[in-house]
């Protein structure tokens, strides 16, 4: 069974650092993208940017290209995404996904999810 | 920046037919993709490509794509039915790119 497990929630204060990981299982981990999807309180999706952890390959949106570091470590099958430096803003939930072997550039398993919570 | 238009709400009575639309400049020429999210909960896949279920997925749920609109449509909706529906899309300039979501309310 394909599963992603993300870890636990968070509560950060400004200015701290943060890394929060997806574990894979069930399925060939270097062989597939994992993408990272932010959601807001009470807003919608938006994607971040995505990692192939068989040759770490990594792409970012426009929007979060330089806020944000995604990294893979395949040897545990983990991806990460990480912050040097957090702001209020970025309070939010926080999704990985796995693009799926079939269709068009879709998602077809997701994580539980990590809340990240920055406030002072 | 590729932007995807989907109305904040629809509203339908049980056992009805709910339509939500998805707008996109020539979105008909791309691959459009459907994520059911109920509270408290991740989003699930229900369409690929315009109008592929995965696995598991009911027959209710079906899609559809032309032109600069493409839509989910849900048939015999039930109590269940009830969530935040997404579509999304890959763009060559703007990669993956998300709606801004409809809310799907069953009376």
């Known amino acids: 069974e394909v599963q992603l497990v993300q870890s636990g929630a968070e509560v950060k204060k400004p200015g701290e650092s943060l890394k929060i990981s997806c574990k894979g299982s069930g399925y060939s981990f270097t062989s597939y993208w994992i993408g990272w999807v932010r959601q807001m309180p009470g807003k919608g999706l938006e994607w971040m940017g995505i990692?192939?952890?068989?040759?770490?390959?990594?792409r970012y949106s426009p929007s979060f290209q330089g806020q944000v570091t995604i990294s893979a470590d395949k040897s545990i099958s983990t991806a990460y995404l990480q912050w040097s430096s957090l702001k209020a803003s970025d309070t939010a939930m926080y999704y990985c996904a796995r693009q799926a072997p079939y269709g068009d550039s879709t998602f077809d398993y997701w994580g539980q999810g990590t809340l990240v919570t920055v406030s002072s | 920046s590729y932007v995807l238009t989907q109305p904040p709400s629809v509203s339908v009575a049980p056992g009805q037919t709910a339509r939500i639309t998805c707008g996109g400049n020539?979105?008909?020429?791309?691959?459009v993709h459907w994520y059911q999210q109920k509270p408290g909960q991740a989003p699930v896949l229900v369409v690929y490509?315009?109008?592929d279920r995965p696995s598991g997925i009911p027959e209710r749920f079906s899609g559809s794509n032309s032109g600069n609109t493409a839509t989910l449509t849900i048939s015999r909706v039930e109590a269940g039915d009830e969530a935040d529906y997404y579509c999304q899309v890959w763009d060559s300039s703007s990669d993956w790119v998300f709606g801004g979501g409809t809310k799907l309310t069953v009376l």
């Open positions: 490509d315009d109008s």
């Open positions: 990692i192939y952890p068989g040759d770490s390959d990594t």
């Open positions: 020539n979105i008909g020429s791309k691959s």
